[in-house]
């Protein structure tokens, strides 16, 4: 398909569209039938087009999918998940890879552009995990685009040689520095804190911190990473994810807290779990940017999952009563622009002269995108269609070259 | 299909089965190869094989599904939503049967087999909507069972003509009376329940009740109801529905009401909505039977819903933090036999001798299943497929008389 017309489309903010397409890029996007079409041409039936979904939290390097089904192992606190989430990976570690190949597939089927992979670093696994996710990128290179976030998940100053291998990390490729709970997983709020914006400085990249803290304790967390965005003049590059306690704070604490992060440009990532959630609306309202990632995909923290962004942006709306058509359509942003937003990816969008990348949904807007999200789409990757109408029309996607496993689950 | 053998099909409790079925009856079930298959057969590749979802609570007479996307509006209390609903319902009017078919014939393409409705009767709308149900349920018989709840949407005491048009609805057909938060309502708590358990006693037929309540006004609607169903004698006829109040009670309190509901074996529905819920686990442990509907669906009371009763399954178990496999498995019973249980199907579940009606799902557990609903179902009615693999294909399933709508959405 070097050049094609896809007639009667529909945009996220308006009408019916032909979007003319040659040699990978998008020429020309204008009213329905504007012009008579020439040459060859798709009827798009007035579905729903749009940009290419960003999902902004991902966990690939710890999925148990594509694999057989692995039953949930109730933990205590975030150190008992750890160590079983070791212990459990060690024992599959021959298919580590072929995992992260699936669900990477299953993703750019759901119709991913952009994926912010968190990557364990930490004593036992090292960069090996690290090493997997580069392969990834690089196979899935023109379908996927995937930012890699170096995550010291069992902590950096209280975990022998860390420090050292998210250094490494940050110079084989690794693009965002990862931080956790500084005040618990450490016990160190700025030993870990410092750790972390020093080698963002040093390599010039940005920051996502996992905060699970509630409290007091979170309170210190916000304002300590606030006073450090401020200190190094890292506006608009700090991401915090999680962030449970913004859910369970008084009306003035929140509203400090609002104010601080929309001044530093600091993103806020939900991805409506069962507890308290961040308030989307509220956190908008003040200014600040919020988006949304798949997270835990079938892994030893969390059995739910399909990695379908628009089923992610649904779950955030049903969980934070996002009803009307404006407020469905802020959630559909939560996997589109506000995660490009924060992901820095300036050129997302669907534009004339912009890379023939987008999503047709089933749906005749956003909001109904959201509300029922269907499972088909179809995927369209440098002026190429690389997924189909139906999930289950399997694509010429990578493969891990260590592969053997049937076919992901939802389509045997 | 007269004759025919599934071949390796899974159950949800138990290893690889050869099911074999003639004359619209499951002739044997036994182990997967245990005997050579002769005749016609079918290989199921090791896909869990259900019996036909039940889905206790819906408002078919309501949706606006199968036809052009209804912005949500936002709304006051109860009696402001009924009132939006009323205008809006007016507008729509002439297409609400084909809203109702089409919202039904997608239930049975997810696997539904029964459905209990909920069809509003009130001053205004009279029994009309009852009426199309009844025309409903006669076009899908031998597809979806239908039980209809005759509900007073606007109250009994306070809306003039109600009581008599209920007794007039159960005349007809209607099978369950329905009642709406007692107190408030109708400001009534003892007129309301006494004209419902009087029109039940009159009709034989049982009780399912929206309860929205929470407090002190909760806990006195649930002490007046258990009293009647211990003076009427109607133990294992009653569901409440809702039921938020439950979520939010203290030890004491919610002991004493889940001790009283377990002992009338009064049932609790659950949506899995945004706000507080029914604890469905401790409710279990109590020994109150659970169970789940999809309730609104893409109208004006919540723009969520695709009629799917997995989807519903993960919904409440994402709700109540169901995370290991007995926890997904008992989600799975929300939408099979707890709710066969609380409507009174005393026949759910696959058996030899029993109806062959199934579906099969593409999981390969009751766990994943619900983690992870797969959309594309194979439904099983009385030895015949009426819907196959994938939603997209098209069944013979019956058409409103007056329907001239596209397509459902995700069909398009």
Do not use: C
Request: charged letters at 25%.
């Amino acid at each position: 398909m070097s050049q094609t017309t896809l007639r009667n489309g529909r945009l996220r903010d308006g009408g019916p569209v032909d979007i003319e397409i040659a040699d990978a890029v998008i020429r020309e996007i204008r009213p329905a039938g504007s012009r008579p079409v020439t040459g060859p041409s798709e009827d798009l039936g007035g579905r729903l087009v749009l940009p290419p979904f960003v999902n902004g939290h991902a966990h690939l390097d710890k999925t148990f999918f594509g694999g057989d089904w692995q039953p949930h192992v109730p933990g205590g606190g975030i150190r008992e998940r750890i160590e079983d989430e070791k212990a459990r990976r060690a024992a599959l570690v021959h298919t580590a890879e072929e995992r992260a190949f699936a669900l990477a597939r299953t993703m750019v089927e759901f119709g991913t552009g952009t994926l912010r992979a968190h990557v364990d670093i930490d004593p036992d696994v090292g960069l090996a995990g690290l090493e997997r996710m580069l392969r990834l990128r690089q196979a899935f290179a023109g379908h996927l685009d995937v930012q890699i976030v170096a995550f010291p998940q069992s902590g950096i100053v209280s975990a022998p040689g860390v420090a050292d291998l998210l250094e490494e990390a940050m110079r084989l490729g690794a693009d965002v520095v990862g931080g956790l709970d500084p005040g618990s997983i450490d016990g160190d709020l700025d030993g870990h804190l410092d750790a972390v914006f020093a080698l963002a400085a040093r390599h010039d990249a940005g920051i996502d911190i996992h905060l699970h803290e509630d409290g007091p304790a979170a309170l210190a967390e916000y304002r300590a990473i606030a006073d450090r965005v401020a200190a190094y003049g890292m506006r608009g590059s700090v991401a915090l994810s999680h962030a449970y306690g913004l859910g369970r704070l008084g009306e003035r604490d929140f509203g400090e807290i609002a104010g601080v992060l929309a001044e530093q440009r600091i993103s806020i990532m939900t991805n409506g779990p069962t507890g308290p959630v961040p308030p989307v609306l509220a956190l908008v309202r003040h200014g600040v940017n919020v988006f949304s990632g798949t997270d835990n995909i079938r892994d030893s923290w969390w059995p739910f999952g399909s990695g379908d962004p628009l089923d992610l942006a649904r779950t955030v709306a049903h969980r934070n009563s996002l009803l009307t058509d404006p407020e469905l359509d802020l959630a559909l942003g939560l996997v589109t622009d506000r995660a490009a937003a924060a992901l820095g990816l300036p050129d997302h969008g669907l534009r004339a002269g912009g890379p023939a990348d987008l999503v047709v949904v089933g749906a005749r807007g956003a909001a109904e995108a959201v509300a029922d999200p269907p499972p088909a789409r179809d995927v369209l990757r440098a002026g190429r269609w690389v997924s189909r109408r139906s999930l289950s029309t399997r694509s010429d996607l990578p493969r891990s070259s260590v592969e053997t496993s049937a076919p992901s689950p939802q389509h045997i």
